[in-house]
């Protein structure tokens, strides 16, 4: 997918995790967050969007030293969710007046600012995602889109020790991984190394542990939200290894 089509995305999932939680009871306990209501999921959701566009709107060049921001955030967690969508409408109007493709720093592997639209894109699917299971409603996730999910997920990983310390245990003696999407083209390859791991380039030998499933539930599975023991989940072969990855991969 192309920034341009990250953009749109935002506003589209913004959009869709208004319309769920718009009317509801804000007190809903969120079963994929322990411990968060639906007024927690929408304040967390907006406050990463409204902090990413700050990051971008400064166009900052090195780790930011504050996370302070004004949130603007309403005293009634009832008027939260058109709060979100005043976020989205925020992070929409910079997006319109960034050079995405502009030098920026980034925690993650692609150092340009149009990596914090993709962020925020994926942290926003997620969460709607989140609201709708505890609505009961049954959440859609566009399959191409899934897959950009999963790859920017896998690229950025490595990365994340900082806020995802367990990451720093994925390490093995030179070890792969293969996620294989099965509705679509889409195979990511983990090489765990003893320094560290990284998502290899193309290469179709034969890996040490499997998992495939459909591209959007590769990216509910990657995020936590699935068990590799669903029945939409199909592993293979080492099973220390995919224990290993498992345990310490939550993002």
């Known amino acids: 997918m ?55 709107r400064r166009r900052i060049q090195a780790p930011p030293t504050s996370r302070d921001v004004d949130l603007m ?92 310390p367990h990451t720093a245990k994925l390490r093995a003696a030179d070890r792969t991984l293969r996620f294989t999407r099965t509705d679509g083209d889409g195979d990511w390859l983990i090489r765990l190394r003893p320094d560290g791991f990284d998502l290899a380039p193309d290469d179709t030998a034969a890996a040490d542990a499997t998992v495939s499933a459909t591209a959007a539930d590769l990216l509910l599975l990657l995020y936590g939200r699935t068990d590799r023991t669903a029945p939409e989940i199909s592993t293979a072969g080492d099973e220390a290894l995919l224990e290993l990855w498992f345990a310490n991969s939550a993002f």
């Not at 953009?7 to 306990?29: I, Y």
């Open 73 to 164: 955030l309403p005293e009634r967690a009832e008027d939260y969710p058109a709060w979100l969508t005043e976020s989205g409408a925020e992070a929409a109007a910079t997006f319109a007046t960034t050079d995405l493709d502009a030098p920026m720093w980034a925690w993650g592997a692609d150092q340009h600012a149009r990596f914090w639209v993709r962020r925020m894109l994926f942290e926003t699917l997620v969460h709607r995602v989140d609201a709708e299971l505890a609505l009961g409603l049954k959440p859609e996730i566009d399959p191409d889109l899934a897959a950009d999910g999963v790859a920017e997920f896998l690229t950025n990983l490595p990365n994340a020790t900082l806020f995802a």
């Open 2 to 56: 192309t920034p341009n089509e990250h953009v749109d995305a935002v506003a589209a999932e913004t959009d869709r995790f208004t319309t769920a939680v718009r009317s509801a009871d804000p007190a809903t306990p969120v079963p994929t967050c322990p411990d968060w209501t639906l007024a927690d999921l929408v304040r967390h959701t907006g406050s990463v969007q409204r902090w990413f566009t700050v990051l971008l």
